[in-house]
Each structure stands twice: as structure tokens, then as C-alpha cells.
């Protein structure tokens, strides 16, 4: 659906990485009838500018510090109804979709989703032409090795590097490995940002 009786539909982008931000800024606003409002680097900055004024529809990360996405969404659905929720994922996760489908969403995409299809699914959304959109999918595989996973794990749950060895039945060296394994991959240069990468990515969950 394109844009109807000349009205704007207003948009929010929230998303903690200021060059996601910016994409999705300028891939919308150069399609005739969307206007990009505000921006927004986490849900509670979302929040307050949602309740300054309403906008039809909240782009919004998933994962993200101090209001995640599911938190951004409850919160708007108090201070702005009208405000549609659309939910993004770096790595779509199932579960993730069939919450975000239980607990009122627009919609939920991954972030690689080709620009077209993305703007599409907005102008459906704002449109009213779907109760729920959403790409077909399976859970997005980890970059880790079970066995890094299972060192993750453990990690996550406080454990030192002797207390992972004796857990997992194999040497405190073995474990250090993994370790460099794992922060390689993730692309973090200590034990505590994989943790906490992992579960921005969705890699761990609570």
C-alpha cells in the first residue's frame, strides 16, 4: 500500500549502533510518504520521544541496552497505542518471533532483510494490511562451536577457568583456547564483552 489521502507516515528509528540508525534513516525517507522523525540509540530515549509526540510506527532493535526491544514495546503500548512496533534482529531467533507476535508487535524482520521488502512491509504495516509480518526463517546459526558454547555458558555463570576445565571434563589450557576462540569470533577483546555480546546477539539467553 502506497501512500493514501497524501498523509505521512511518521516513523521512529531505535537501534544502539548510530550507523544502523543512520541506514535505516536515510533508506526511508527517500521513499515518498515516509518521514523519519526521530532517532533513538535505546528504548528509554524511544520512550521519551514517543511521549512527546506519537508517531505511526517504531522501527526497533531487538537487543539492546536499557530497554531492550520487547521492553520498548510495553512501554510504548502504555504512552503511545496508536504507535505501531516493527521488531528487528541481527539474528532472528524463533522464540523471538512467536513472543513478539504474542505480545503485540507489528511485526518481526531481520536486519538483512533486502531495503525493498523492508519499506514494503512498513507501508503494509502502516496500511493496516497485516495483524503481523514477518519472514520466513529458521533460528540463525552461532558462530561459536558447541564446545566454545558450552565454555560460554559457563563463563556467563561466573565460573573460573579451573571450574570450566573440571566441568567439562578437559585441561585449564583447553579452556583458554576456547576462550581465544571465542572472542576471535565474536570479534571482543575479553571474556566479559563476548558475555555480554552473546547476549545482545541472542547467542545466550536468560
Given at each position: 500500500m502506497k501512500q493514501e489521502n497524501g498523509k505521512t507516515v511518521s516513523l521512529i528509528v531505535i537501534d544502539d549502533h548510530p550507523m544502523v540508525r543512520e541506514g535505516l534513516e536515510a533508506m526511508l525517507s527517500s521513499e515518498r510518504g515516509f518521514s523519519v522523525g526521530a532517532l533513538?540509540?535505546?528504548?528509554?530515549?524511544?520512550?521519551?520521544?514517543?511521549?512527546?509526540?506519537?508517531?505511526?510506527?517504531?522501527?526497533?532493535?531487538i537487543r539492546m541496552p536499557v530497554f531492550d526491544g520487547f521492553a520498548?514495546?510495553?512501554?510504548?503500548?502504555?504512552?503511545?497505542?496508536?504507535?505501531?512496533?516493527?521488531?528487528?534482529?541481527?539474528?532472528?531467533?524463533?522464540?523471538?518471533?512467536?513472543?513478539?507476535?504474542?505480545?503485540?508487535?507489528?511485526?518481526?524482520?531481520?536486519?538483512?532483510?533486502?531495503?525493498?521488502?523492508?519499506?514494503?512491509?512498513?507501508?503494509?504495516?502502516?496500511?493496516?494490511?497485516?495483524?503481523f509480518i514477518c519472514e520466513e526463517f529458521t533460528d540463525a546459526?552461532?558462530?561459536?562451536?558447541?564446545?566454545?558454547?558450552?565454555?560460554?555458558?559457563?563463563?556467563?555463570?561466573?565460573?573460573?577457568?579451573?571450574?570450566?576445565?573440571?566441568?567439562?571434563?578437559?585441561?585449564?589450557?583447553?579452556v583458554k583456547t576456547h576462550m581465544k576462540g571465542i572472542m576471535t569470533r565474536l570479534g571482543c577483546p575479553n571474556a566479559t564483552g563476548a558475555v555480554a555480546k552473546a547476549y545482545r546477539l541472542g547467542i545466550l539467553r536468560v
Open positions: 533513538a540509540a535505546d528504548g528509554r530515549e524511544a520512550v521519551e520521544k514517543c511521549s512527546e509526540r506519537p508517531f505511526d510506527i517504531a522501527i526497533c532493535d520498548t514495546l510495553e512501554k510504548l503500548r502504555e504512552i503511545s497505542p496508536s504507535t505501531k512496533v516493527l521488531l528487528m534482529a541481527g539474528m532472528p531467533l524463533v522464540d523471538e518471533e512467536e513472543r513478539a507476535r504474542r505480545e503485540g508487535a507489528a511485526g518481526y524482520l531481520p536486519k538483512n532483510i533486502d531495503g525493498d521488502r523492508l519499506i514494503d512491509a512498513v507501508w503494509k504495516i502502516a496500511g493496516g494490511e497485516t495483524d546459526p552461532s558462530p561459536l562451536t558447541d564446545r566454545e558454547m558450552d565454555v560460554l555458558k559457563l563463563v556467563s555463570q561466573g565460573k573460573q577457568r579451573d571450574e570450566i576445565a573440571a566441568a567439562l571434563g578437559i585441561g585449564a589450557e583447553s
